[in-house]
Every structure is written in structure tokens, then in C-alpha cells.
């Protein structure tokens, strides 16, 4: 049974064409995975099924009976709510029946009628055998059990969502949808602010899902274990592969190279004609045939050229070489207003590579933020050493600007022609199209690829990166990985894909062991 059928869909913004004539189809029980690089479409895809877009062009129809739960790249909370009063209200519905079931107890206490009595004790007993029969009596167990798997159990259900950091809000939006439970489940880069373990737990709940999703990831591994559908976006086209993500590359490729083969044995027929026509009009005996061939020509359907996808490729410049200590810290302690962490020693000498990691929520942006001097130590002391030219990369940014991507990185650089700016943001395998985009309109990976851009701008001998892989397609985090090792200075880098990091860091610090929370 087809749950959503999309036909034709159309979509741009301005002079960029996003998707053209893509149609789509979701049936009951298929985990599908939506692939493409970044800004291709994915996102805007989404927007359009879930009507928070119009569609230029084409037909959008979900199933009657369909229920559809979409986590985007930017959702959002409301200050003044906890943590679990936020994940119950994924069961409004069953708090307002028994809502209703001690409103009808309260009005017996009152009633005089043995009749009125009676139909409301017979209202209240089918009320309570619905919450009975959907669990109700169950549901704070059932929220510690899903809080708990992604990770919210260790940041204290009791906390107000203004407190918490944009990893933790997307964590709760994300735990609420999924105890909401509905036929269609939209995810979109669910990952990026989940650990390890976390990841693990959505991967097996994911895996057992009965009903149907759609999934964006740029964790390929994640995607390649819990999908069985892919649909591919690239040139505004939606193209259906059954099977996981390794299937869809061995299909991808038979696709592609029958399409360089028949675009090729074209060009040659067409350069034969050509000549064939060139050779012979001027004759008389033989210009019936020339013309002949001519019309064949005209009436023949040009294949165009596959393209090959601008590919993005980093490079960050060194600075002069600083002294043996970056950084050193004894008996530090990190937070905000309340400590995060003991006091802890915490050393960093020129060269190394150390990755940070653990548990959302413990500290591990903090700690880069203290050591750049943005935060102030609760206590202990921090000493930077000599010659530091840091580069730092922030785990969110510039999502709300107005600027196009020109604009953006010119801000920065006024000293650079147009031509350079074009030039720099080129090499990060950006298009003419995403350069000319206002920064709010780009994807994810795009705003990504601006701002490490700017990076790349710097001469820098130390790097302090937070989450530069989220949102990043395949091929970008591969480039930048390579990036990363060529660089000769030292890099503080945060990351919760241990793939990208695990075999090119010198050290791993787990931020867990210096916790004062129950991780």
C-alpha cells in the first residue's frame, strides 16, 4: 500500500533549479534512505512532502490514515518545560482521557440520578480500558527506556529544555518523536548529535521498526544497516534503488558507466555523420543523401555529457611554528555557572592531534570555549603558550544570515578581488549557484563547506574543530580527514564519528572521566 506518492515535483530557488519532475513513492514498511551530496536536495525534498515548501510544480498525496513524524536539522524547543514534561507530551492524547476519566469520577461524587450514575460509570470504564489496553499505566517506564537510549537519562529528566545545549534540544525532539510513534517517521540527520552509543541504540530501534521512514544521513555505515530502499538526488532527479546503500554503489556505477558508453558511442556516430554530410553535399550525385542524413541529425535527441560533481578539497596553511606547550592546565574545572567537571590536569604539546570525546551534554564544547578564552574557569589555571595562531570551527553558525556565500566570506577578507572569493569557495566544491545563495537557504554541508573555507583562509598552527563532520556528504569528509593529517600544526578536534578520527589522532580524551554526572 503506498503511503505517499509524490508526482512531477518541481522546485527552485531564484535562478537555482533544486528538483525537476522528481517523483517518489513510500510503501508500507519500507525504510527508505535518501542520498545525494550536499545541496543537491535532500532537505528541500523533505520540506516539500511535509508541506513546510510549496512545490513550483507537481503533486504532493499522502495516505488518509497516514501519521507522519519529521525530525529537520533545526528544530526547536519552547523555554519553560523540563525534559519529561516534554517527552509526555508525545501521549497528550492519553493524558487529556484521563483528564476526562476523573472529571466523569469527580461528577459522580455529585450525581443523585442512578441512571446518570450508571452511564457514567460505564464512560469512565471505557476510557479506562483504552488507556489500560494502549499502556498507558506504563508510560513514565516507557519514556526513562527511550530517554535513557539517547543519552538524556544523564542530564536529568527534571532539567529545563532552556538549559540544555543545541545537541541535547535536537536528543529530547528526537526521543519524543519516537515514543510518539507514528506510521512514518522523517529523519533528518538524527545522528549528528548522538555518541557512539547512542547511535548504536537508534540503530537497532531503527532496525526492528515495523512501520515506514525516510532517513537522511551522511553516516553511511548507520544508513547501509537499517534501510532496504534508496533513493538517490542528484541534477534534481530522484532515481529508486532497491536494496542498502552498498547495492545502491554497485547499481550507481553500472548506471553511470552505461551512461559515459552511450553518450560516447553518440558522439562518434555524430562525428561520422558529420563528416559523412561534409563529404558529400557538394556533389550532386550524392547531396540527396546529405541532406538525408542532415534531417537525421537534426531529429536526433543529444545525450548530455554525465557531470562530474565539483569535489570539495581543503587545505589549511601553517603558521609559524609555536612553542613545545599549547596548553596547560592544572586542576581546572569547566562549566558555566555550576561545575561540569572535578579538577582535572589537562595538557596539550605542539604536534599532537587529540580527539575529545564522550557523552553529549559533559562538557566537550565548554572545554574548547575555556581554552579559547570565552568561558571563564570555575577553577584551577589555564596557561596558553607562545606564538599561538588558533583556527576555530564552530559547531553551528552563520545558519540565519542574510549574506550570500560571496558575501560572507568577503566580510572577512575585503582585501580579496571577486575573483579570488569565487576562486576559494570553488575549491571547497562549491558551485556558482551555492556562491551566489544567501547562507539561510544552503544546506547543511554547504554552510559547512563556507565556514571551513574561511578557515582555510588563515594561517593557523593550531586547529580546534567541534563537530566539522555533521552535515558533511561522503566524499567532503573524506577530504577533509585527508586535510587533517597533512596539516603539520596541532588540532583539539571534537567528534562523535570515530571512523573519521580513530586512525590518525595521536590521543583520545574521554571527557567522561572527568564528570560529576552519572554517565
Sequence with gaps: MSLLNVENVTHGFGNRRILENASFKLLKGEHIGLIGANGEGKTTFLNIITGQLSPDEGRVEWSKRATVGYLDQHSSLKKGSTIREVLR???????????????????????????????????????????????????????????????????GLDTDVSALSGGQRTKVLLTKLLLEDPSILILDEPTNYLDYEHIEWLRRYLQEYENSFILVSHDMDFLNSVVNVIYHVNDGELTRYTGDYEKFLQMYSVKKNQEVKAYEKQQQEIERMEDLIARNKARVATRGMANSRQKMLDKMTVLEKPREKPKASFEFRMARTPSRFIVEGKNIVIG????????????????????????????????LRTILGEIPLISGSLELGDFLVPGYYAQEADRDSADTALESLWKEFPSYTNGEVRAALAKC??????ITSQMKVLSGGENAKVRLCKLMQRETNWLILDEPTNHLDVDAKEELKNALIKFKGTILLVCHEPEFYQDWVTDIVNIEDWTLKIV
Design 336 to 367: 558555566y555557572t555550576e561545575p561540569l567537571t572535578k579538577p582535572v590536569d589537562f595538557t596539550l604539546e605542539r604536534g599532537q592531534k587529540v580527539a575529545i570525546v564522550g557523552t553529549n551534554g559533559l562538557g566537550k564544547t565548554t572545554l
Design 89 to 155: 507530551d508525545a501521549f497528550r492524547g492519553m493524558f487529556d482521557l484521563e483528564n476526562e476519566m476523573l472529571a466523569i469520577y469527580e461528577a459522580m461524587a455529585s450525581a443523585e440520578d442512578e441512571m446518570d450514575i450508571e452511564a457514567m460509570m460505564e464512560d469512565a470504564g471505557e476510557i479506562q480500558h483504552m488507556l489500560e489496553h494502549s499502556g498507558f499505566y506504563t508510560l513514565d517506564a516507557k519514556i526513562e527506556e527511550f530517554a535513557n537510549g539517547l543519552g538524556l537519562g544523564s542530564i
Design 429 to 434: 566544491g562549491l558551485t556558482n549557484e551555492h
